[in-house]
């Protein structure tokens, strides 16, 4: 059962982008493709997986398909035109083929991240079609209700038939504007994953979909650079603590970092380097890199990353990039230097509880103890994670009572 459901999962997106592009309806494909998860549930368990299970998945939610669509107005029409396509052909043609259903996905992440559609459901339509996530998991990874999840699924699905929406790849002038917008929600996906362990899925998702885009995309650096921030940023996650427990990356055991994903993201960023054509996306991966090459924290290169912050900040002038940057000037210029950039953020960032970490951090570092207990206590409030909250009151109380 379980082999059957991951086997069903890893093939399932694929499936669904393959089925959209026969039959031009998205729940048309949804329904099809979880009959043939039925079906599967019966017959592979006692006859065995079959060796392409994404082509078993799309020959038997295709006949399913067939005969919904026979008993619609239109079915005997869509039916002929079935007839003298290519979907006669059994398993192992070669509209089965990996390479035509990866091509497939491609056009559905385009789909769902076209710009006529809100970021929010952008998002959505990529965890639920895409990743193969069902509505309730789509819907624990924003903390809505399953209703909720529902209606804003329907509404994005909507959107697709009534704008007519194409399931294309942009053509060449519009592929840049449409590239970023597609990393963009895949990053999210991503961070999604990475602030809660209990969502590590949704990471694992988030990667496998860019991996498949850089591969699709040879020629766009920026699917590079989020490959090799993915890939360094999960190389570090076992030294980062688990449960209640938050490690900061001066405190993380370095002998726990993955090797290996190092590697493949190092190699990543140096073939960004080389094209010199950097974006948001290579320059972060670029800093990740730094810190991963460090063998402690104290060797960290900390000027070469405030440099590829510096270029970062031109090109993403976000609070955020600047709150990071502030943090490494202080690590090159000192404490005090920090926490006057800090201070220009305050009213920006009011709300956001690395700001206020960040801040006592570096008051702690100044011998403010009253102030840095006081500004860990606040980032406490404002954190959304229990082991982000139960990190954060440790060090305000740790430090000294809050006033």
Known sequence: MDDVERVFREAQGRAVATLIRLFGDITLAEDAVQDAFVTALDRWPRDGVPENPAGWIVTTSRNRAVDVVRRTRRGRELTEGIASDRLRAESGAEWESSDMMEDDQLRLVFTCCH?????????????????????????????????AMAK???????KIKAAGIPSRVPDDAELPGRTRAVLSVLYLVYNAGADDSGRSHLRAE???????????MP????????????????????????????VLLKDQDRSLWDQSLIAEGQALVLRCLRRRRLGPFQLQAAIQALHCAAGSYEETNWTSIVRFYDRLIAVTPT?????????????????????????GLADTLANYHLLHAARGSMLHRLGRSAE?????????????????????RKKSETIGPAT
């Open 152 to 158: 804003r699924l329907v509404r994005a699905k909507y």
């Open 115 to 147: 710009p006529a559609i809100r970021v929010e459901h952008q998002v959505a339509l990529t965890l639920r079609l895409i990743a193969g996530l069902t509505p309730s998991e789509v819907a624990s990874a924003f903390l809505m209700s399953d209703e």
């Open 319 to 343: 609070p955020v990039v600047a709150l990071n940057r502030a943090i490494a000037v202080a690590e090159t210029q000192g404490p005090t230097e920090g926490l006057h950039l800090l201070d």
């Open 206 to 216: 988030a990667t496998r979909l860019t991996r498949l885009l850089a591969v699709l």
């Open 219 to 246: 020629d766009e650096p920026e699917a590079l650079g989020l490959l090799a921030l993915m890939l360094l940023n999960d190389a570090r996650m076992p030294a980062r603590g688990g449960g209640t427990d938050v």
């Open 372 to 392: 840095a207990a006081n500004a860990y206590a606040r980032a406490a409030e404002l954190a959304r994670t229990e082991p982000a909250i139960h990190f954060l």
